[in-house]
């Protein structure tokens, strides 16, 4: 492999860049043909190039990966139309804290400014969806510019970096060593980049405020997982005998499994949900820590979930998120340190009130637990005319091992997977698109997430659950499926109709629009033409075999259930609306 060591005479900047990827440990890329010239000399230097079919889930394949490997997700795409469908991607990935980092053909360098083919302001198109957007102009600055975008993915809140690339440029022979060209070693592609322990006094403090409090609170988002904090958090948990829920991207913070779980809160809290009877948990906190939470509207149930006098305590990376909604005592850092410092500071507190406290507060949530399986238990058997999400639920939870991976598509699914799932033990393992939460991202996020548990050499399966109206963005992506051999288990709830959109809008208007219905639509046969398994489910009874026979299998398979278009997820503002069906 040609090394700036040989200095060799025939290296082009597009092999530097390569060399400088690998550097940060990028292994493998989420790109179609361009920019060619990086994609023929990155296999030199050990990365893969992962063929996707379009943009929109090339970034999203990336992002899938990021999540479960916690590494930089790569996507190329060429300048123009193709940079474009990088928009959406993107931006969940900023929004949800993501490290991506898209590598973006420009024009060459004679032409720009005078309408060269596909040629697009991709530094402005770019800026409010990414943390940092630059384009190389010069061979010599490759280094200086490859280290800022890894740097910017990577640290302090993760995020997308962007890196335009003229097209002439990686053709270009390489800059050759001077003083302000060194070889550099230094990697930088994993999350968290830098670690940094929140205030030993605002720590302290924090301790304080938990030890006293009568009804404290934990409430876990997603950074638990960007910091592979979720150990730590269930640690904590256990030690200092705290309740924690989480958000819908934290699900997986800790063991839902444990006593002190409560499973997932916010605005998925209507009658069925695991968390609905334990809303008096919530409504009496007195002090509430949040680890790695947005406190967003969907997250805080449109910021109705807590009591008025509750008090706050924010750790966070962000200091911009930290008392963003909820004035807090602020935790500013990483929060597996901050955690672990918590941890300690807590061990030299009284902590016999909240020992006194636990047995009457395992109670409380296994009754409420137990209620909730009671009322559910007809509809997660019930042999119903049209099956219902609720029995699918049910049966895979059953069949899930702790180290499987299952991927929701936004809308339904998500709420779904939050609510009839079981995390069986700390992790990251739940992936949703819940940063925008944008139509489409379920099947090439499994396929990120699935590249990603085979790299680590994960025994886990992965599922991905979709609706029809998401599926129908990415049908495309089944080749990619099958083109790769992933093992991947996708299942399409087909109701024929957009569920979400379709019941918000008579919750809200008292009608709904025409763009909620579908023409039926045989995603098993889409399947078995692109050479993927189609299974076509339209009874109850089917289920358990269909599932079975699907995690078994070695290649991918995807299962069409026809479902109820009436079952509806537990979704609060949904009370009183509709009846319900227990």
């Not at 800026?127 to 740097?151: E, G, H, N, Q, S």
């Not at 990697?187 to 009568?214: K, T």
């Not at 009877?277 to 910021?303: C, F, H, K």
């Not at 079975?548 to 398979?557: I, N, Q, R």
Request: hydrophobic share 45%; aromatic share 4%; glycine share 10%.
């Amino acid at each position: 492999m040609p090394d700036h060591a040989g200095q060799t005479t025939n290296a082009t900047v597009a092999l530097r860049l390569a060399e400088a990827f690998r550097r940060h440990g990028v292994t493998l890329t989420f790109g179609q043909s361009l920019p060619s010239a990086f994609h023929l000399a990155s296999p030199h230097v050990g990365i893969d190039q992962k063929v996707y079919r379009q943009e929109n889930a090339g970034g999203t394949m990336a992002d899938g990966y990021a999540r479960i490997s916690r590494k930089v997700g790569v996507v190329t795409a060429q300048n123009g139309p193709a940079a474009t469908l990088l928009v959406p991607p993107l931006a969940e990935a900023l929004k949800a804290s993501i490290p991506v980092l898209a590598l973006v053909q420009e024009v060459t360098r004679d032409s720009s400014d005078r309408n060269a083919f596909q040629e697009l302001d991709h530094l402005n198109m770019f800026a409010p969806v990414a943390k940092w957007v630059r384009r190389i102009d010069r061979a010599d600055r490759l280094d200086d510019y490859v280290d800022m975008a890894f740097t910017a993915a990577t640290s302090g809140r993760p995020g997308p970096a962007v890196l335009l690339v003229p097209a002439d440029l990686l053709t270009d022979p390489a800059a050759s060593l001077s003083s302000l060209l060194r070889p550099r070693a230094m990697s930088l592609g994993q999350v968290p980049l830098d670690r940094v322990v929140a205030d030993p006094a605002a720590i302290a403090a924090a301790a304080d405020m938990l030890a006293a409090a009568r009804h404290p609170l934990v409430v876990a988002g997603g950074g638990i997982h960007l910091s592979g904090a979720a150990a730590g958090l269930a640690a904590l948990q256990e030690a200092a005998h705290l309740p924690v829920g989480t958000t819908v991207m934290g699900k997986g913070g800790v063991d839902e499994t444990h006593p002190l779980s409560l499973g997932v809160i916010g605005y998925v809290m209507g009658q069925g949900s695991r968390t609905g009877e334990m809303r008096p948990i919530v409504d009496r906190a007195d002090v509430v820590l949040l680890v790695g939470n947005r406190t967003n509207q969907n997250g805080t149930d449109s910021w109705k979930l807590f009591s008025p006098n509750t008090r706050f305590i924010h750790l966070d990376a962000d200091p911009m998120e930290v008392g963003r909604n909820h004035e807090a005592m602020r935790l500013v850092g990483d929060a597996k340190l901050t955690l672990a410092a918590l941890g300690e500071a807590l061990k030299a507190r009284d902590l016999s009130t909240r020992a006194a406290a636990r047995p009457g507060l395992e109670a409380e949530i296994a009754s409420a637990i137990t209620g909730w399986r009671r009322t559910i238990a007809d509809i997660t058997t019930r042999d119903a005319k049209l099956p219902r999400p609720e029995r699918l639920m049910a049966e895979l939870d059953a069949l899930l091992r702790p180290e499987d991976i299952v991927v929701a598509d936004a809308s339904y699914s998500s709420i779904w997977i939050a609510n009839y799932l079981t995390a069986k033990r700390p992790g990251q393992r739940f992936l949703t698109p819940r940063g925008i939460a944008g139509l489409g991202w379920g099947l090439p996020m499994a396929i990120g997430a699935r590249i990603a548990a085979e790299e680590a050499g994960s025994g886990g399966r992965v599922v991905c659950l979709c609706g029809d109206g998401g599926f129908g963005h990415s049908w495309a992506e089944l080749e990619t499926l099958r083109r790769l051999e992933l093992p991947i288990v996708t299942i399409v709830l087909n109701n024929g109709i957009l569920g979400y959109q379709k019941h918000a809008e008579e919750v809200k208007s008292g009608e709904h629009t025409k763009a909620v219905n579908f023409t039926a639509v045989d995603h098993a046969a889409i399947a078995r033409a692109c050479g993927v398994l189609g299974v076509r489910l339209e009874h109850s009874g089917e289920i358990r075999g269909a599932l079975e026979t699907a995690l078994a299998a070695d290649h991918p398979t995807l299962i069409d259930m026809v479902t109820d278009p009436d079952a509806k997820p537990p979704i609060s503002f949904y009370a009183g609306h509709y009846p319900e069906p227990f």
